[in-house]
Structure formats: C-alpha cells, structure tokens
C-alpha cells in the first residue's frame, strides 16, 4: 500500500534553517525498516492548471507491504519522534492511503 502525506508549513517556519531541518527530519522516516521504499518531495514546477495543488510545501511518499506494516509504521516510536518534533512546524497535514 502506498501512504501519502501532505505538509503545509507555517508562515513562521518557511525560512531555509527550518526547511533544512524538516526535510532532514522527513528523510529520517525512511530509515524505519517498515517503510519498504518511498521519498519526499515538493510541488513540481508544472504547468498550472484548474485541477493543480501546489498549495502545500512538503510530501512523503511511504510504500509498505501491508497495511500492517503501514499500522505498526504509525506507532512506530522513530514516526512518534518524527510528529513530536515537526508537529510546531505545519500548520495543516493531509493523508491519503491508495491500496
């Protein structure tokens, strides 16, 4: 399954030490064994169009092999660090899990 996770910064938190340290951050959460490949990303510079979304700042993309691996993912104590730490950060979140 894959795990799709959307960051939106806030205003505060969009200056380049910041942003280094939760890309460093988001780079971590792929060191969790459960997490079977994957990346983060920004916007792409595409063509605009009615039906983009570059609103946000940030995404990952998590791929496990199952959706208990993706459960156990979500307590997993590197991920609960990775919240506690960067939760300041955004100023909205949004997931969407594809099977």
């Known amino acids: 399954m894959d795990h799709h996770v959307y960051f939106w910064l806030k205003e505060e938190h969009q200056n380049a030490e910041d942003r280094a340290a939760f ?3 988001l780079s971590s959460l792929f060191q969790i064994p459960l997490i079977k490949g ?7 510079p595409v063509m ?3 039906v983009i979304d570059q609103s946000w700042d940030y995404a990952t993309i998590s791929q496990f092999d199952t959706v208990e691996d993706h459960d156990a993912y979500q307590v997993h104590p590197d ?3 990775f ?8 100023e909205r979140v949004q997931v969407r899990d594809l099977a």
């Not at 994957?38 to 792409?44: C, I, K, N, Y």
């Not at 919240?83 to 955004?90: A, E, L, N, T, Y």
Request: no cysteine; glycine share 8%.
């Open 48 to 50: 605009l169009r009615p």
């Open 79 to 81: 991920h609960e660090a």
């Open 23 to 25: 890309e460093k951050g």
């Open 83 to 90: 919240i506690h730490s960067f939760k300041p950060f955004w």
């Open 38 to 44: 994957g990346r983060w990303a920004v916007p792409a």
